[in-house]
T-cell receptor, first 113, second 112 residues
Framework: GENVEQHPSTLSVQEGDSAVIKCTYS??????FPWYKQELGKGPQLIID?????GEKKDQRIAVTLNKTAKHFSLHITETQPEDSAVYFC????????????FGKGTKLSVIP | DVKVTQSSRYLVKRTGEKVFLECVQD?????MFWYRQDPGLGLRLIYF???????EKGDIPEGYSVSREKKERFSLILESASTNQTSMYLC???????????FGQGTRLTVV
């Protein structure tokens, strides 16, 4: 089955700096890669996703890049703000067959004011 | 907005009890999932269902079962609760393989 590795497990940045979280996946058939943000006491919420037919996607201060050859994808947050502090999860999924999402172990991001 | 609702935010149960965790979604999604979240381990899939009365085991199904009698409702059952099942349980639903999964707010279960 799919295996998703996520690094780092914790990340502290100064407000205004950039944060980068990296994930690798094992199943070359995976073609959908979402990123979820989980705030304290809440369920995870999708912040951005990318499909395997594109290499990069941006949404304001958030971007995701995908390298299918190397089987890794990354989340980039620019101009970080204290409200970006949360746990972030990457995941991978396939179009066909079972529709389960396989998640990384998460990154706790702390933005220091 | 899609809504996934879990019946309880917090539950405390005794060892050996049979425990039911309920999840309801309001967007007619075919696929529903139960995950368990533990510190340092991320989200691990317990069971999922791709249609009414259909279910498949995830990565950690031992000690759990599920029921899906109606499309909108997916129940997780702990047949005989044990202390190592103390955890946060998250329900999710989605349409297909390249679409967003929507999560409930989670149920924090403590087994004493």
């Amino acid at each position: 089955g799919e295996n998703v590795e996520q690094h780092p497990s914790t990340l502290s940045v100064q407000e205004g700096d950039s944060a980068v979280i990296k994930c690798t996946y094992s199943d070359s058939a995976s073609n959908y890669f979402p990123w979820y943000k989980q705030e304290l006491g809440k369920g995870p919420q999708l912040i951005i996703d990318i499909r395997s037919n594109v290499g990069e996607k941006k949404d304001q201060r958030i971007a995701v890049t995908l390298n299918k050859t190397a089987k890794h994808f990354s989340l980039h947050i620019t101009e970080t703000q204290p409200e970006d502090s949360a746990v972030y999860f990457c995941a991978a999924s396939k179009r066909a067959g079972s529709y389960q999402l396989t998640f990384g172990k998460g990154t706790k991001l702390s933005v220091i004011p | 907005d899609v809504k996934v609702t879990q019946s309880s935010r917090y539950l405390v149960k005794r060892t050996g009890e049979k425990v039911f965790l309920e999840c309801v979604q309001d967007m007619d999604h075919e696929n529903m999932f139960w995950y368990r979240q533990d510190p340092g381990l991320g989200l691990r899939l317990i069971y999922f269902s791709y249609d009414v009365k259909m279910k498949e085991k995830g990565d950690i199904p031992e000690g759990y079962s599920v029921s899906r009698e109606k499309k909108e409702r997916f129940s997780l059952i702990l047949e005989s609760a044990s202390t190592n099942q103390t955890s946060m349980y998250l329900c999710a639903s989605r349409v297909g393989g390249v679409t967003e999964a929507f999560f409930g707010q989670g149920t924090r279960l403590t087994v004493v």
